[in-house]
């Protein structure tokens, strides 16, 4: 069995959305197992209530929190996470920056990984957010894959949409109104089961690194 973890963080439900999305398509590969994880908090609970956020986060609070040791377990991560100026949230960088030892072990090295994301406005780090998080997956070692213009959604342009060949994305209004479209959606399932079906056919779950001769 492939194991596929899907983490994320989403503070208005548009990366959830992607997320389940994303898990969907993974789920249509057989011999797959799919599991959504959320990042801890980085907020406190006062600043949660009083934007308006807590209530929100509500509708993906039973979601296990992800811990860095688990990640070995996985044979495909796929990452998750709002866009802050061009990067990934300060709680995805977090709890990224917490797996130094899983660098150490070289536990990473030889996974598949992938990104998805969502931003307030159209050109506001649809693809600088996904490419910079790049940098810390290969740091680790990991196979990234994306989505390919096989995603027939990609070369649409008769409306405003995320997804690129970077990764899935949704772009969510500066007061966080609009949500995931069908064709936004579309793209995020297709890299779920792209995203599957490689880890599938590397066969990841019985794969071991060899380390280099000296």
């Known amino acids: 069995m492939i194991n596929i973890q899907i983490i994320f963080y989403s503070m208005y439900g548009h990366v959830y959305k992607l997320a389940q999305a994303i898990a969907e398509g993974a789920n249509q590969v057989r011999e797959v197992n799919v599991a959504l994880y959320r990042v801890p908090e980085l907020m406190s609970e006062e600043a949660l209530v009083r934007s308006g956020v807590k209530k929100i986060q ?3 609070e039973h979601l296990p929190i992800a811990t860095p040791s688990q990640l070995t377990n996985a044979d495909a991560i796929i990452f ?30 030889g996974k598949v990984g992938s990104v998805f994301i969502s931003t307030a406005s159209q050109h506001a780090g649809q693809e600088t957010t996904i ?3 790049h940098t810390t997956l290969l740091h680790h070692g990991m196979i990234i894959v994306g989505v390919p213009y ?22 969510a209004g500066s007061d966080g109104s609009r949500q995931p479209t069908d064709h936004e959606l579309n793209i995020a399932k297709f890299q779920g089961k792209h995203v ?13 690194y060899e380390q280099p001769l000296p």
């Open 58 to 60: 509500q509708q993906f």
């Open 80 to 109: 998750g996470t709002p866009t802050r100026f061009g990067n990934m949230c300060a709680q995805m960088r977090n709890f990224l920056d917490q797996t130094g030892k899983v660098w150490l072990d070289q536990g990473l090295v």
């Open 131 to 133: 490419t910079s998080f």
């Open 150 to 171: 096989a995603a027939i959604e990609s070369t649409n342009v008769s409306e405003m949409s995320g997804g690129s060949p970077y990764g899935a994305s949704t772009i």
């Open 196 to 208: 599957a079906t490689i880890a599938r056919t590397l066969n990841l779950g019985s794969a071991s």
